[in-house]
């Protein structure tokens, strides 16, 4: 069964995200607003893909602030996480060229925006970009 690591500082959309993706799409689910907890799970193999907020307002990294888009770049540079599929969850409020700017920027593979309101259509985006089993 595959599982989606949720990088997510609001416990509300982690709850939120979780509940979707476990009720809709059968994945398991592992969360943690933590950097370092994050990189671990990644650099382990024990996710297959990750929602991250892009956000990130309260994570810290050896005691500098660290947003999803300064993590996604961290991921992507570890030889151990860089295959690792990240799809950033953005404000809603947020312009597409901005989005777009941002998912160069930081090297993640997609993004979804902020409110869910199709719920199906959110687990489609995230299964669309989960690796295939060989």
């Known amino acids: 069964m595959k599982t989606v690591l949720i990088v997510e500082d609001e416990p509300i959309n982690f709850r939120v995200f979780s509940k979707i993706l476990t009720r809709r799409s059968g994945l398991n689910v592992k969360g943690t607003e933590d950097v370092e907890e994050a990189m ?17 307002a309260h994570s810290v990294y050896q ?25 950033f969850v953005m404000p809603g409020n947020m312009m597409e060229g901005d989005c777009e700017a941002l998912l160069k920027q930081s ?13 199906q259509q959110f687990v489609d985006q995230i299964l669309a970009l989960l690796p295939k089993d060989d």
């Open 63 to 87: 005691g500098k602030p660290v947003d999803g888009i300064k993590m996604a770049q961290m991921l992507k540079a570890d030889a151990q996480a860089s295959n690792l599929p990240i799809i």
């Open 40 to 56: 671990k799970i990644a650099q382990a193999g024990d996710a297959d893909i990750i929602l991250m907020d892009a956000c990130l």
């Open 107 to 119: 090297g993640a593979d997609g993004y979804i925006k902020k409110p869910i309101v199709d719920p």
